[in-house]
């Protein structure tokens, strides 16, 4: 492997994937058993790789881990694993201790499931999460953490009456989609305006309460493959059905598609369903107006090359393609979905009947950089890690996925209709700044 694939790792691996989640529940404290490097990782992934510069939605936590060394690696950790689990009870109060293990305990074989039961047996509100990164990367670890705390928390609820307009929201991988708390934040909008209750169950002020209030829910919406599982699980368990959209809508196709899949399914009043999607509408149709001069004069219809996750490239490149006229002739996903979904995703991608888009699912930097190399794009939307190779284009680039590491995001979203406007000033932004940078070298260079 070349050290270029090594030092443009942008996914992480199944332990980092589950710590997210726990981290972003309010009331849920992660106890890492592994070695001391997985925790390092996982803290300066959160520093450096997410856009958010190390902090979550409440600031960076201290989280508990056995940190196992060389002794527990070759007689196994579990007697180190029961001590921790006491001792983190003793000093962190949580509503459920989160035990999420690496590699070197599952290579060794410590019995994770008997410690944590040993630890259920003393009334202390405990589960685990087998995250080794061998096994799969942070996306795996986002839906395993997901299932096992919805088995302890929605499956051992009582009441299953189900809420008139209440929706669970899955999906989302927080701190890995750099817009996830925008993006949860616009969906919870959306659903408000035709009268449902958005139950996002991570980010600001998402808690045990709201996880014991899915089986109540009428519908669960699926915004990534990764939500998939959990949607199935639900399905079997409470008959809860689900909504497959497989990405995030960016626009007024896509969102007004949305929001009458949700009236018909939830059976909102179809007035209703109209008044909004027109008022919306007609508002981003303004925006975009204020656009049409600019557009023309500099040119913006450009051939993209988009490069994320399943759940943000998708919507965007429809959006940008099919409502504001570009030419997407590359996408890359690169959150590795599952091989019986990749022809669905393919078929999801905008389609133009004069050009081809060209598609590939890796996660792999150099494969990435040489796609792009040979695709040429005049606009790159992706990560950090495709700065170099913009620059060697001299073409912009927008950030659209992890890794980021200069830029901070908060509640920034493309979602929605208000979501589309933030990606056409993005959009916009960029173009505008590469003109002048190309301006500024041509007189530079006509003054010497």
Known sequence: MSNEILHKNRNGCALHGALKVVNAIDGLVPIIHSTAGCSIQSKQSENFLTGNNGLFHRGWREVPATAVFEKQVVFGGSSRLREQIKNTVKVQAADLYVVVSGCAPELVGDDVPAMVKEGQDQNFPVISVLTPGFKGNVYKGYEWAVKSILDRIAFKTIDFTKQKGLV?????????????EGNLEEIRKILSQIGLQANTLLGYDQSKENWKKVPNAELNVVVSPWGLEAAKQLETKF????LYLGYIPVGSPDTSKFIELLGEKLKVSKELIEKVISENEKQLTYQL???????????????????GETSNVL??????QESFGQIVTTVI????PEIELRQQIKDTLPVNASFDTHVIFSSNGKEIDDVLRNAKPQLILGSSLEQNVAKELSVSLIKIASPVFDSLFLNHSYTGYSGAVNLLQDFSGAILKNIAHSKKKIYKSQSK
């Open 168 to 180: 669970n929201i899955l999906g989302v991988v927080p701190n890995q989609d750099i817009f996830w």
């Open 239 to 242: 008959g809860t059905p689900y």
């Open 289 to 307: 107006s204020k656009l049409a001069q600019t557009y023309l004069s500099f040119d913006f219809q450009k051939e993209i090359a988009l490069v």
């Open 315 to 320: 919507g965007i490149s429809r959006f940008l």
């Open 333 to 336: 996903i690169t959150d590795e």
